[in-house]
Every structure is written in structure tokens, then in C-alpha cells.
């Protein structure tokens, strides 16, 4: 046979392979499998402790792990809030045919687009007085003029944030996700939504 | 893999002749059967015994005892020929006439190949791509970038708000004389809220450190003249000795007196030199320590807010003096409006306290809206009206504080240099002090 044929025969070979690879056989079960409702607290309670790379293990094909810390006086503040606002409820039974399952979650979280008016309004009020006081660490003189410096003006949005933060509850959205999960490679997998990501980062409306 | 020859010239037809004639004479091919020459076609091709067409140095096996040559031990050796072919290239054929060039370029496709199917198993099987049905949108998303951005967007509103706080313009409490008002600014205009009784436009004056409207009211039979400001920084409340001393000697006009200064809105003060008592501080500077034992102070601190305290030793216990909050003191009294309700005290009622109490009297009085920068100076004309009545009316108002100062032909607002209330006994008195407001921009 000519190298010719032998590599046809090999390419056939090859995508006889790729063939049956892609398809949904089922596979033998051995052992105690995660049912589908314990793949979902599971990923919750990840969550709700802050576990994201805990929670990547649920988690088909995207992941909720930070590249890099938050930074800034402001940033670091909110994130802890937002950590601290997660909570979850299962809401009915989760509806498996075995390879598909689905069922509906409400999810709690720091909904910052609740808190950006209120968070203003905070800081003009505070940064008003501090320049009226001129307040050490926060204004500079320049030109017979007080006003706030950079610095000064985060340090004021992070004092409006830890005062409107002492009823946070005001602040909280909670909504109803679908969760759709499909079992692979022996375990129950997450698709993980848009909304319910945007959610776990705060919801903010940014114009990306 | 072998190119057609083609269009070879004559000599280089000989020779090929040659070559074969030689290939054949070794095998013992009979010329007669066989004449290479007559047979050769210029495309490179040769009729053979079967008429069917050939290729010069064919490989096919039914060629190759005529074509390829005798055997290594006929001694014969094909050289290696390089010629044009139909694409235009240089084929080089060996012994064998096989393509040596097509020979390395076959064989590297087919390594080629294999190296990529087997790169492309390895990609597709292991890894799951293969089973991963979905992805959403997210799965692009980073959670760090997305929260930064979210955050960042939060903190951005907030800050753009803040730095549209105007700059807040300060006034050394040494500086002598404070910027002049922009002569400009002084205006007058119908107001939705503050109006004159007669309908005509009220007093206006606005800078970026100084906001002042004063109007007229109608109450209880008498004039009110009200004059409110807001000040951006406390240090713009000032108050100004005759020739910087308490003496009878040092008095002069109050128009005189704010006249000296740049002014927008001021008003007769507590004429501290008529009295020998009475605690009197300005701009941080302790004036006078005797006390009378009964007087309210009104204390003016670095914050700008009012407060009072008893005109006795006391005073100088208090918190707010050692720590050198004070900036002004006024010493007459007796407060109006204490947290927003009228002072009970027999201040107001006493028909022997100072000020004249109970007698319908003009009355002049410094006031402030809560803890803000905002201030209402007020003062009633003849025939005027009684402390506690105009402590009622004051009140009205809405202040947070209001402290009278001293009235009949003492008290007197001025605006824009000149007096704005009418006076009563038929014009202003000499004093030895007067207040005002001044502004913070500094002057080009």
C-alpha cells in the first residue's frame, strides 16, 4: 500500500476516533456520584464563603477566581461588603433526566447600582464639611484655597461607604436564577450565566 | 510524482538518445525493434512496441528492463539528469529515475501529516474541548477586571461629585483688610422665597465664598430688615475695633467704620467700649476679662458656629476656650433662640435687664441656621418691638441660634457701604465696633 493510502487510512482512523469521542455514551457508574443539589450548595456555600477557586470546581468552563487582589482604600472596602452580602436559597426540588439538570436559586448580594446615589450624596456631604473644617489629612491649601486632595476624596468615599454600610440590608438585591448543570467526565457541571456572574461582582451597570 | 518532460531541444534529445542506446545495446534490445530517435517526442515521451506512449526513464515496471538501464553489473550507470519541466522546474532524476527532489518534498508532507493528526488527538481527547457543549458569554469574563471596573465606576461617580465642592477660599484671621467685593455682584432681583413686603426687588450679592439677600418684612407693626448669608469659610465672619481698642475715645460712624473695611453685608455690633465689662475675644485675641457675672456671651468658634456661655470665670474653664477654639466673642445678650425654641430665661422678660426688655425698642440680633455656615442678621426699626417678641419672631425664622446685640440707635445694617435699615432718632450713632461678612476670592 502506498504511503498515499496508508495516510488516508490513518486520517479515517483519526476522525473515527474523534467521532466517538464526541459522543454522549454512556459510561459506566461506579461508586457514590454527586447528585446534582449537593453540586449546587456546594457551589453556593463556595461562594457565600468567599472559596472562588472552591467554587471553580463546580464550574463548567469559566472560573470566579480573582487574577489579582482588589487595591485601593475604596475597592478593598467594597469587596469585603460585597463578600460579606452573599447569601443563597434553593427554591423546589432540582429536575435531573441524569445527563441534564436544572432548578431555580435566589441569590443575595451588595447591588451596587442600589448604593452609587446614596454613596454620592454621602461623600458631597462629608467632603463639604471636612473642606469647611479643613480638615488635616484631607485638604491641601493652594492660593488663599482650601480644597480636597485626591487622596483625601477616596478616604471620604470609603467613610460615606463604612456609614452607609451600617444598614447594608438597604443595599441588597436579591434575585431568581436558573440553573442549568450537565453531568460530565463524573461529575455535575455548572453553566455559569451572565446575570449570576455579574451579580456575584456586584451587579454594577458599567458601560463595557 | 514525476513531472512530463517537455520541449527539450535536439541536443539535448541526442543525448538522451544516446544514453539509451546505449541502455538498450546492454540489455540486448534490437535497434531494429526499437529506434529511440524515430520514436522520441518532443514532450518526452516514446512509442514503444506496444505503440502505447512512454515516459523517458519511466519507473513503471513494465518500462524498466527496456527503459531504466541494465543492471549494476552491466557497469552502466544513469548519471544524474536534471531537466525543465512543464511547471518550469528543475527535476533531477536519479539512477532509478525516480524524482529525487519529489522524493524528499513527498515524503515530508507525509511526516507533516502524521505530526498533525497526531497534535490534533492530542488537543481534542484528552482536554474534554470535545464535550464542553456550552459557554456562555461569561466564560470570557475576568471577575478581578469586572469588579475593579465596577468599582472604579462607583468610586468615579462619588469623586466627580466631591470635586465639584468649590474650592473653599480662607482669610487669615491677621489680615487687616480682606479682599474688596466684586462691585458687579451687588444686584438686585425678585426672589421665589425671600421677598419685600412692598413687592420691590430685594439686595443680592454672590461670589464663589459669599451669598447674601436681604429683604424687608412687615411684622407685629414694624419693620423687619433681615439680611441672610452664606459664607464658605468661618473666617470670614470678622469683627473690627475702632482703631483696634475698646475705648470710649475710638468711635465713629458704622458706615465709617465698614467703609474702612471691604464689607459686603455687616451690622452694629455689641458696643463693647459703652460697658467697662463683658468678655470680649477677637479673632483669637483675648481683649477684655472682666466679667459681669450675668451677661450671655455668644461665642463664635473656629467652625463657625454660635454657641453661648456665662460672662463669668467660668468662661475661661470652658473646653472651648482652652482649646483655643474661639474666635470671636460678643458680649450683650441675652440669647433669643437656644436649639431652635425661644431662651426662657427673665433675660427676655426682666424689665430691668439690659436692653430694655420689656420696652418696644429697635432690636438688632446675629443668628445661625444649624451647624451651617449660614447666617440671618436682623433688625427691627422703630417704632420697634419687645425682646421677647422679637425672640418669637425670630424664631420663626427657623434658627437654630439667635443672640441679641445691642439695639435703639445702635443697631444698624449696612450693605455695599452704605446702611440699609432705617435708624431710629433720625440717624446712626457713633460705636466703637462693628461685625461683618466679608469675601474669601482674593482680588486679581
Same mark, same amino acid.
Given at each position: 500500500m502506498t504511503i498515499v493510502k496508508r495516510t488516508f487510512c490513518l486520517l479515517i482512523a483519526l476522525a473515527a476516533m474523534v467521532s466517538l469521542s464526541a459522543c454522549d455514551m454512556p459510561m459506566s457508574i461506579v461508586g457514590d456520584l454527586p447528585e446534582p443539589e449537593e453540586t449546587v450548595t456546594c457551589f453556593f456555600d463556595s461562594v457565600c464563603e468567599g472559596d472562588f477557586e472552591g467554587a471553580d470546581e463546580y464550574l463548567s468552563g469559566v472560573s470566579l477566581s480573582m487574577r489579582d487582589k482588589v487595591t485601593g482604600v475604596f475597592s478593598q472596602k467594597l469587596y469585603d461588603y460585597l463578600l460579606k452580602s452573599y447569601s443563597y436559597q434553593l427554591k423546589g426540588p432540582v429536575k435531573s433526566d441524569g445527563l441534564d439538570a436544572e432548578c431555580a436559586v435566589d441569590f443575595t448580594y451588595l447591588d451596587l447600582n442600589l448604593l452609587n446615589e446614596d454613596l454620592k450624596n454621602l461623600s458631597t456631604k462629608i467632603g463639604k464639611s471636612y473642606i469647611s473644617e479643613a480638615k488635616e489629612g484631607y485638604v491641601e491649601k493652594k492660593d488663599d484655597a482650601i480644597s480636597l486632595t485626591d487622596e483625601g476624596a477616596e478616604k471620604i468615599a470609603a467613610e460615606a461607604l463604612d456609614s452607609l454600610m451600617a444598614t447594608p440590608e438597604k443595599y441588597y438585591s436579591t434575585k431568581t436564577f436558573k440553573m442549568r448543570m450537565k453531568y460530565s467526565f463524573g461529575k455535575w457541571l455548572i453553566y455559569m450565566t451572565d446575570d449570576l456572574f455579574e451579580a456575584i461582582s456586584g451587579g454594577f451597570e458599567t458601560n463595557d | 510524482m514525476k513531472d512530463k518532460l517537455h520541449l527539450i531541444s535536439d541536443d539535448e534529445a541526442d543525448e538522451l538518445i544516446r544514453q539509451f542506446g546505449q541502455a538498450t545495446q546492454s540489455t540486448g534490445i534490437n535497434d531494429q525493434d526499437f529506434n529511440p530517435k524515430d520514436s +522520441?517526442? #518532443?514532450?518526452g515521451h516514446y512509442y514503444g512496441e506496444d505503440d502505447r506512449q512512454h515516459e523517458v526513464f519511466s519507473t513503471s515496471s513494465d518500462d524498466s528492463a527496456a527503459i531504466s538501464g541494465p543492471d549494476s553489473e552491466a557497469g552502466y550507470d544513469f548519471p544524474e539528469q536534471t531537466f525543465v519541466s512543464e511547471g518550469g522546474k528543475n527535476i533531477t532524476r536519479d539512477k532509478n529515475g525516480a524524482d529525487s527532489k519529489n522524493t524528499i518534498s513527498s515524503a515530508g508532507r507525509k511526516v507533516g501529516a502524521v505530526i498533525l493528526c497526531v497534535l490534533l488527538m492530542t488537543w481534542l481527547l484528552p482536554s474534554g474541548n470535545v464535550m464542553n457543549l456550552q459557554t456562555t458569554s461569561s466564560s470570557s469574563k475576568d471577575r478581578f477586571t469586572f469588579f475593579q471596573n465596577a468599582s472604579n465606576g462607583l468610586l468615579s461617580d462619588s469623586l466627580n461629585e466631591i470635586h465639584r465642592i468649590p474650592r473653599s477660599y480662607v482669610l487669615e484671621l491677621s489680615d487687616v483688610l480682606t479682599p474688596a467685593p466684586?462691585?458687579?455682584? +451687588?444686584t438686585e432681583r425678585m426672589d421665589e422665597v425671600r421677598k419685600n413686603y412692598d413687592d420691590t426687588p430685594i439686595r443680592y450679592y454672590k461670589d464663589d465664598s459669599i451669598e447674601v439677600k436681604c429683604w424687608k418684612e412687615m411684622r407685629q407693626g414694624a419693620v423687619f430688615n433681615f439680611s441672610e448669608v452664606w459664607i464658605? #469659610?468661618?473666617?470670614?465672619l470678622r469683627r473690627t475695633l475702632v482703631d483696634n481698642v475698646i475705648s470710649k475715645k475710638h468711635r465713629d460712624f458704622p458706615q465709617n467704620i465698614f467703609g474702612r473695611t471691604n464689607g459686603v453685608v455687616g451690622m452694629s455690633a455689641d458696643y463693647c467700649a459703652f460697658r467697662a465689662y463683658g468678655i470680649v475675644i477677637q479673632f483669637g485675641n483675648v481683649i477684655r476679662t472682666k466679667t459681669s457675672g450675668f451677661m450671655d456671651i455668644a461665642v463664635y468658634d473656629k467652625n463657625g458656629n454660635f454657641s453661648t456661655l456665662k460672662d463669668n470665670p467660668d468662661f475661661f474653664e470652658s473646653d472651648i476656650y482652652k482649646n483655643g477654639d474661639i474666635i470671636h466673642t460678643f458680649a450683650f445678650g441675652p440669647m433669643l433662640v437656644d436649639n431652635y425654641t425661644v431662651n426662657d430665661s427673665t433675660l427676655l422678660t426682666n424689665p430691668r435687664a439690659q436692653g430694655e426688655p420689656t420696652r418696644h425698642d429697635p432690636r438688632a440680633a446675629i443668628c445661625q441656621f444649624d451647624y451651617d455656615k449660614h447666617y440671618l442678621l436682623c433688625t427691627v426699626d422703630a417704632p420697634g418691638i419687645t425682646m421677647l417678641d422679637f425672640a418669637k419672631e425670630i424664631q420663626t425664622t427657623g434658627v437654630r441660634f439667635a443672640y441679641n446685640l445691642d $439695639? $435703639?440707635?445702635?443697631?444698624t445694617l449696612l450693605y455695599n457701604k452704605e446702611i440699609i435699615n432705617i435708624v431710629a432718632y433720625g440717624g446712626p450713632r457713633d460705636m466703637s465696633d462693628i461685625l461683618y461678612f466679608a469675601t474669601a476670592v482674593p482680588n486679581d
Open positions: - | +522520441f517526442s #518532443h514532450d466684586d462691585e458687579s455682584s +451687588f464658605s #469659610h468661618p473666617s470670614q $439695639g $435703639g440707635q445702635t443697631a
